[in-house]
């Protein structure tokens, strides 16, 4: 059985902690080596996923649609509309009830048009605006180029709204043609972390010194779990550790493996519902490389879920690190199983805390902790200003010893409008966006220097640093127009002026 403590450690906090390896005493062992613990409710900060919104659960019709039913242009909560250029929807803050934060940690996870059941945004794509004499232009963009990001003070054209915090998709209308649809497809799913994804500190309370304050409270009726030193009866979702509404976020699989070019597999040997996420980086480098491999236009995989298993199909030979979170904010079951469960799931005990009066067995919205999925740990966090230049390196080391890391960023931009993205029939303007990062690699090099765009970024991972490199001083494009062959010229880059970063792990 999995070392699992229910009481007062060593510091006379009182606190629930659970060991990776049952030669560690969780009374004891200091909490500074927490590559030892699955679970330890003393963590200062708490990973969790807000909400995953399925894009294509809703469709727009021909004039604009607004959401709850009966609301309007200043009162939606999402809205939706569709144009000859394609489908758009926007998300207000409110449409995600638990979200603690203006702008939060987010990702986009896009499939391949026409149904398929392929994430692809990770791949790399060939992009040419249409105005380029005999394709002498244009760049090679990892996927996630394609979508918007998280704005602050939108404004819809149109007299269509306009949100102080949201988020603007986008798909075409050709959903079904990838080749001419690519990352764009209305079969996408936006994830939302309860972190911020701004330059402002996670909302968490610190954990206190102990004080005698009730901490603990698991009945056949109530799980809580304050962090040490905060009342579990008045606890704020801030002075959680753990509850029936503050689901950690359950790491199922955790690898870093070799891809065959082609088509291969991973087996998880759990069968994987619709809610799992998958978090990867793919490289073929001496370090981790995220979002992508800089050095390869041609590069990255494919990858979907079946059964028990992740299936990749890879564009070459490659590595792959990942993990797979699962969460499912669904309605808890009904029953009437008690907080503790313990079995044998064939391979090992399990022992598993439980949202109150659950079924048995639990469903997987049921399950708060399970002693075979560890939580996320937050490795690093933190923001910084990006500098102009070409190829800025910001070096952030963090102590990863004993742990599996993975990094997440989001790129700060200043004010600008759909014409910013290289998009003029986009109808909106920002005065700030977050966006997801992006490899952007001009296909011919300005000045002798500058193969990445102004945009591009990428981040080379160690067990114990990240180096961020930027581009900001660079040209967005560089092209020979059809009007006048043979005249060279370069458009601005919407630029990042800072980076959230995120490094997370979980124990090796």
Known sequence: ?????IGIDSTDA???KIMKNDADDPRTTPDSQRWKF???????IQASLCDIWLVNTFQAGSGPSYYPPGSNSATFTYMSVTTAQGTFWGLRNSAFPTLRYNVPLFDVKAKKGGGSNRYN???VAWTDSGEYYHGQGGYYAVGNYAQIGWAENMVLNNNLGNFAYGTPIIVT?????DAFNKFRSRDKRLNVWNLPGNNIAPDDAPVLAPNGTKTIKISSTELRIAKPGYNVDAASVQQMAF?????????????DIALPAGVSFYETGIPLPDTVVLDVHFYD?????????PQVLDFGAEYWFDGTKIYFEASKAMRARFMLYLEDTSPPTGGSNKVLRQFNDGARDVVQFLRPGSADPPSWADIVIDTRWPQVQILAQGYFNVSAGNDVITDIPFDGAGMFPMVKYLTHHGAGSGASLGQNNLPMSWGALWRLPFVKRLRYVYNFNQSHAGESTYCELTANNARFHTFAGNVGDYYNR????GTWRTSGAYAPIGIRYYIFGVPA
């Open 121 to 123: 945004q990770q791949m």
């Open 38 to 44: 699955l679970y330890n409710s003393k963590l200062g």
């Open 14 to 16: 009182a606190c629930i």
């Open 173 to 177: 209308p050709n959903d079904g043609i």
């Open 1 to 5: 059985m999995v070392r699992t403590m």
């Open 285 to 293: 480098s001496a370090t981790i490389m995220y979002p992508s491999n």
């Open 243 to 255: 509850d029936a509404s503050k689901l950690p976020v359950k790491v199922i699989a955790a690898a």
């Open 482 to 485: 059809s009007d006048s062959p």
